[in-house]
């Protein structure tokens, strides 16, 4: 069973960017899909992108396109979600979650395991 950690989270500026870290223990890292999903305030938690076990496939919800890159180190057991030209829009709590069985899945219930989240708060 895979624990997932999310650190990176903060505020900063309209246009600013931020790197996510997502920290796995207990699992064999590279046997799972990862995605990082967010969710704001008063809204359901929304898929943002996710990266296959190899990081060589990865996806992404269209209003990050472009704007968002995932990627993953697996000597580090870590994938990273880098976020640039960040929108008011994107403030939210930013999870980590593991898929052990799919293919850039990504609807929430295909991830059996999940972080704490972290706050990133984007100020107008």
């Known amino acids: 069973q895979v624990q997932l950690v999310e650190s990176g989270g903060g505020l900063v500026q309209a246009g600013g960017s931020l790197r996510l870290s997502c920290k796995a223990s207990g699992g064999a890292f590279s046997r799972y899909s990862i995605g990082w999903f967010r969710q704001a305030p008063g809204k359901e938690r929304e898929f943002v992108a996710t990266?296959?076990?190899?990081?060589?496939?990865?996806l992404y919800a269209d209003s990050v396109k472009g704007r968002f890159t995932i990627s993953r180190d697996n000597t580090k057991n870590t994938v990273y979600l880098q976020m640039n030209t960040l929108k008011s829009e994107d403030t939210a709590v930013y999870y980590c979650?593991?898929?052990?069985?799919?293919?850039?899945?990504?609807?929430?219930?295909?991830?059996?395991?999940w972080g704490q989240g972290t706050q990133v708060t984007v100020s107008a």
């Open positions: 979650a593991a898929d052990e069985i799919g293919f850039l899945r990504t609807g929430l219930t295909a991830y059996n395991y």
């Open positions: 990266i296959f076990r190899n990081g060589g496939n990865s």
